[in-house]
């Protein structure tokens, strides 16, 4: 099994053990939920959370809470938890087997953020989605999207899984990644070269990689694992292996398609197997 499989897996037994958590809530964990409320939310608490906020998450969530490389805050739902103690939690431990760090202040610090946190979606309306997906899924398809990439198991394994990508990616972030896929490469995603002694060039995506060896999965999906010793040339690339769909897919397609992806979600709507 991959470890994206794994994780995967794990994600969705996750999702399992908090959907079965919702229909018959124990009761400590309701009476946690109901009665821990955040003791810290004057206008300074939300100040002082906001400054801890522009310098340890706006690098992934945005300055506004927009989302990019982290989700986006503003909408109000939390898939996490939205209880004041479930968002201590998140932010406290982080999110295992994704990017989200965990990070440890002190208790009243903690609260400011999760005071701030709140504060993003009191302010701006959620993201209108004004694409049809429908509609979308259908550009998904004439273009080849599938070539590389996999939603719900189906698709090829140059690209990252899209199955989860709605609910892990703003919008602005997925027009970027479709629109300039060279201009934020995450080092998951670099690409390596190498050459072994007397052999061709096998290109794939960067697994792992240490002073001694590196791992790479090639077109095929097969992980394949080389000595540098045995390497004739081993060159990392942190460009895209994803073509840029800049004036190939205009108007109403790319807003048609972004909502497709943002409906990508497990759990979803467009998730039959949950
Ligand atoms: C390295 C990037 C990164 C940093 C730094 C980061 N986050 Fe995150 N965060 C993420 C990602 C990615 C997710 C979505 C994880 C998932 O569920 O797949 C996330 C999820 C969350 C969630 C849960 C959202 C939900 O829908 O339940 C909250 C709340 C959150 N982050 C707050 C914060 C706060 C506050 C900080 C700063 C202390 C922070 N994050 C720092 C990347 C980051
Ligand atoms: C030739 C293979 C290839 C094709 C075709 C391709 N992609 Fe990609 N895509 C990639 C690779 C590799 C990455 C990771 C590197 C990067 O971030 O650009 C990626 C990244 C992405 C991301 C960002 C994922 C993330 O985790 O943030 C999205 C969204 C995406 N592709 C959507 C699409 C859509 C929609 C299409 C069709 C219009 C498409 N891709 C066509 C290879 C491809």
Not at 78 to 100: A, K, N, Q, V
Not at 110 to 122: E, G, I, T, Y
Not at 209 to 227: C, H, K, N, V, W
Not at 230 to 250: N, Y
Request: one cysteine or more.
């Amino acid at each position: 099994m991959t470890r994206g499989k794994a994780l995967r897996q794990l994600r969705i037994l996750v999702l399992l053990a908090t959907a079965s958590l919702m229909a018959a809530p124990e009761p400590e964990q309701q009476q946690a939920d109901q009665t821990i409320r955040n003791p810290y939310t004057s206008e300074e608490d939300v100040a002082a959370g906001g400054r801890l906020y522009r310098s340890h998450c706006a690098v992934c969530h945005g300055i506004e809470g927009e989302g990019g490389r982290g989700v986006d805050l503003t909408t109000g739902r939390f898939r996490h938890g939205s209880s004041d103690s479930r968002l201590f939690t998140t932010i406290s431990e982080g999110i295992p087997g994704t990017e989200m760090p965990g990070i440890f202040f002190n208790g009243r610090q903690m609260w400011q953020l999760v005071a701030f946190v709140r504060s993003l979606s009191a302010g701006r309306a959620a993201e209108q989605i004004s694409g049809d997906p429908a509609k979308g899924e259908a550009v998904y398809a004439a273009n080849g999207c599938a070539v590389c990439h996999q939603i719900r198991g189906e698709g090829g394994s140059l690209g990252p899984d899209l199955t989860d990508i709605g609910a892990i990616r703003s919008m602005g972030h997925l027009q970027a990644a479709i629109l300039e896929p060279d201009a934020d490469v995450l080092p998951q995603h670099w690409m390596a070269n190498v050459t072994p002694e007397g052999g061709k060039q096998i290109t794939g995506l960067r697994m792992n990689e240490d002073t001694f060896s590196i791992q790479l999965r090639d077109a095929a999906g097969r992980l394949r694992s080389f000595r540098k010793t045995e390497l004739e040339a081993v060159e990392v690339d942190r460009s895209s292996a994803m073509p840029t769909f800049e004036g190939r897919i205009q108007g109403d397609d790319f807003d048609n398609l972004i909502a497709y992806l943002a409906t990508l979600r497990l759990g979803g709507p467009n998730d039959e197997q949950q």
